[in-house]
């Protein structure tokens, strides 16, 4: 039986975060938390109204939990921004025993993330663990995710000072699954820093941890309907293994060579799709200025030629789809400031190969002047308003 204090510890937990944050989030993360509450109250946790309340409730048992393997049932997963907080979900859903740290998920919580604030919220729902460090990860898993922004948030959390390696020599988890979009080498670097180390607790005939490089294609929306694509580099009997947590976060998953293979195709992947994207923005732009609406020239593109994903699934141009980030004014989804990052690894590893690479290089220049003017926030799609200067679009149902 819970105590008053105990039933009341979310509440008191919020208001001390809301405290950390400004007035109008503080107001948006409060209406969520009681839309929580309100969704997960036992007296409608009961009623035929929520049947989906069950893949949620605290400690359950799923029909899926019971054909996971045991060497990955308890997984790690650090990085909770606006996807890892998703793909965690999709995880928990799954029967998965997650154990989540995020550098906004801490003691202190100094919280500056609306996404890790509200999965956190939604722990403490789902009696998730949560611990400081990478390290008390690592030694609470057998398999560790991470989602991180950048190759050196990847090289701290993994051999920083208390990160995924930082106990010595011998390692619990025989797996570690980086998911983040970096350079191909910091991926090939860490995994054959992880080789050299030995696993407390032989799995099957392993001796040594592994590593797989998975970063992922399809965005916020993908992550949270759990449809990602992994592209994934390392070992192939060892991407045999983990495909049950794979599947749990996405319909897709494809095999890509050795160590680092999997992050060079994130990045030659998003290099196309940043191409796509200022060239279907460029066109509709050009489309109105000639007369003809965005919506018009969308129908003709998404059956014709010159159909593609920044078309058809994530028009940039505000009122032509509902549901993606043009249609709330470019907030949420994939930040401009990480499409610009990975635009420079693709120019980076185009110079170490000796690559042309005109398209990457001009780019490269237009994203880094909208981080510039300060639209580094916004979906990357918001190219279409802020360097183009396209207009909005009203269209009748």
Not at 38 to 54: E, H, R
Not at 152 to 167: E, Q
Not at 202 to 221: C, H, R, W
Request: hydrophobic residues 40%; aromatic residues 10%; proline residues 5%.
């Amino acid at each position: 039986m819970q105590t008053k204090t105990e039933r009341n510890k979310p509440t008191w937990l919020l208001a001390f975060c809301c405290s950390r944050v400004k007035v109008k989030r503080s107001f948006r993360i409060i209406m969520a938390f009681c839309r929580l509450r309100s969704l997960f109250s036992p007296s409608k946790c009961n009623s035929s109204s929520f049947p989906f309340y069950q893949s949620f409730k605290p400690r359950r048992t799923f029909s899926s939990s019971h054909h996971l393997p045991s060497h990955l049932q308890n997984v790690g997963f650090i990085g909770l921004g606006n996807m890892g907080s998703r793909m965690a979900t999709n995880l928990i859903k799954a029967g998965f025993s997650v154990t989540v740290h995020d550098l906004e998920v801490c003691v202190i919580y100094p919280v500056g993330n609306l996404e890790t604030l509200m999965f956190w919220i939604s722990s403490l729902i789902w009696e998730v663990a949560t611990r400081k460090t990478p390290c008390e990860v690592s030694e609470a898993s057998d398999v560790v995710v991470t989602m991180l922004p950048s190759s050196a948030h990847v090289n701290d959390v993994y051999t920083g000072p208390n990160g995924l390696l930082h106990g010595g020599k011998l390692l619990r988890p025989w797996l570690f699954i980086d998911s983040s979009t970096i350079d191909p080498q910091t991926s090939r670097n860490i995994s054959a820093t992880i080789s050299n180390y030995i696993l407390k607790e032989k799995k099957g005939d392993l001796e040594k941890p592994f590593m797989l490089d998975a970063p992922v294609s399809g965005g916020v929306i993908a992550a949270e309907a759990g449809t990602l694509t992994f592209m994934v580099g390392g070992s192939e009997e060892v991407f045999a293994a983990a495909k049950p947590l794979f599947f749990s976060m996405g319909k897709g998953a494809i095999y890509c060579g050795g160590a680092g293979n999997g992050s060079a195709a994130k990045i030659c992947n998003n290099l196309a799709l940043a191409v796509s994207m200022l060239g279907v923005s460029e066109a509709l732009a050009l489309g109105q200025s000639l007369g003809v609406a965005a919506s018009t020239l969308s129908k003709i593109f998404n059956c014709s030629s010159a159909r593609c994903w920044s078309s058809d699934s994530y028009n940039p141009v505000p009122g032509v789809m509902e549901g993606v980030p043009s249609s709330r004014d470019y907030n949420g989804g994939f930040a401009s400031k990480l499409m610009a990052k990975d635009l420079n690894l693709a120019a980076e590893s185009a110079k170490q190969t000796g690559c042309k690479h005109p398209l990457t290089s001009q780019a490269q220049k237009i994203y880094t002047e909208l981080c510039n003017e300060g639209h580094e926030g916004k979906d990357f799609s918001c190219v279409f308003r802020h360097y183009y200067t396209g207009m909005d679009e009203h269209v009748d149902q």
